[in-house]
């Protein structure tokens, strides 16, 4: 966990710091007299980070946030805050960076709530848009006086968070919503789904480099559902090891549906597994071409029996935006097409 305080005069205010500390044990803390370029690398760099912002300061450091989340401001009960704040009270505001969570608070002349410590909700629901799934929900939170944010996330599906758990009010939503996932983690969600089913999946990964992988493996158990796959990063890789024809990399290039059909062909037959995802792309930020700018991706989704999809997007940001969007993407496309829901 990283602490910053950002302002000139938390240097001299003792008793904030010894408040601060007396609650979070941290040898990362970073003091900014006003906002810098190191506080977006501190932000970038730890699972956790604190921010305390005089009131000055404030207002350009929720920018700093939105536009790290590629998001924007909003104005919520008065207070402008990123669309995707997940908590908020009063000068304090909680948000979601991919694995990250960021607290900002603003400290005048008392110390907001700080929602680190508070435990998040989580519903995921895949087939409605936003606005729809705003209608069916508002008014049962209303009615059991629970607080929630909704926004689409970097995959393309609609994520509810909110901080009081209520049975009878997710039984209410089940009953507008049947197919709502109700999981903080959504490849917990995956890896469970899977282990209900005896099935395995496996990947093929490219622009995204092993991290689909990398995010299944952080869940404890997902040995039960996942035995390996490949980062076929050249195109030599996709050739020898998935059977990728030289003819169809020649002809369509490594960015595009042909090859990614194969490499989800080559995955499964190597892997023995049930389904398996493959994904090629641009991420950029060089590579880009007319045809196939920055951000091009191709995802495609497949099972043993034959049954596949392969879908083009194009994707915005940086490098390892685009990456984290196509990982979610990826998931999204998956659990619609098989129907893991």
């Known amino acids: 966990m990283a602490i910053i305080f950002i302002g ?18 941290s040898d990362k803390v970073y003091f900014f007299d006003n906002v810098d370029f190191g ?15 005089n009131e000055k300061l404030y207002s350009t ?8 989340n590629s ?6 009960d008065g207070y402008l805050i990123p669309t995707k704040t997940i908590l908020y009270e009063k000068n304090s505001f909680l948000v979601q960076f991919n694995e990250n969570l960021i607290n900002v608070i603003k400290v005048t002349d008392f110390i907001p709530n700080i929602l680190l ?12 848009d936003l606005n729809t799934a705003d209608m ?22 609609c994520e509810v968070k909110f901080d009081k758990y209520n049975e009878n009010l997710l039984k209410q939503l089940k009953g507008f919503i049947p197919h709502l996932i109700f999981k903080n983690n959504i490849f917990e969600y995956l890896k469970e789904k899977l282990e209900q089913r005896n099935e395995k999946i496996t990947f093929a990964e490219s622009c995204t480099g092993g991290l689909i992988a990398s995010y299944l493996t952080k869940i404890a158990g997902s040995s039960n559902v996942f035995d390996g796959s490949i980062v076929s990063y050249a195109n030599r890789i996709k050739s020898e090891w998935l059977g990728v024809d030289d003819r169809v990399l020649e002809r369509f290039g490594a960015v595009s549906e042909e090859t990614v ?9 190597i892997s023995s597994s049930d389904y398996a995802i493959a994904v090629s ?3 950029g930020p060089t590579g880009g071409s007319e045809t196939k700018p920055v951000g091009t991706v191709y995802i495609g989704v497949g099972d043993k029996k034959g049954k596949f999809m392969v879908e083009r997007l194009q994707l915005s940001g940086s490098r390892e935006e685009i990456q984290y969007q196509t990982v979610m993407n990826a998931i999204r496309l998956f659990i619609k097409f098989f129907n893991f829901l």
């Open 39 to 53: 506080i977006e690398k501190i932000i970038l760099k730890y699972k956790e980070v604190l921010i305390i912002s």
């Open 261 to 269: 059909q194969q490499m989800l062909l080559g995955i499964l037959e």
């Open 117 to 128: 410590d508070r435990e998040v909700y989580t519903i995921h629901i895949f087939n409605y």
């Open 61 to 68: 450091i929720s920018k700093i946030v939105a536009t790290l």
């Open 281 to 283: 792309g641009i991420a």
């Open 8 to 25: 000139k005069e938390f240097k001299y205010r003792n008793f904030l710091q010894n408040y601060i500390f007396s609650k979070y044990q």
């Open 71 to 76: 998001d924007t401001l909003e104005l919520k």
């Open 136 to 157: 069916f929900i508002k008014s049962i939170f209303d009615s059991f006086k629970v607080e929630y944010t909704i926004y689409e996330n970097e995959g393309g599906w």
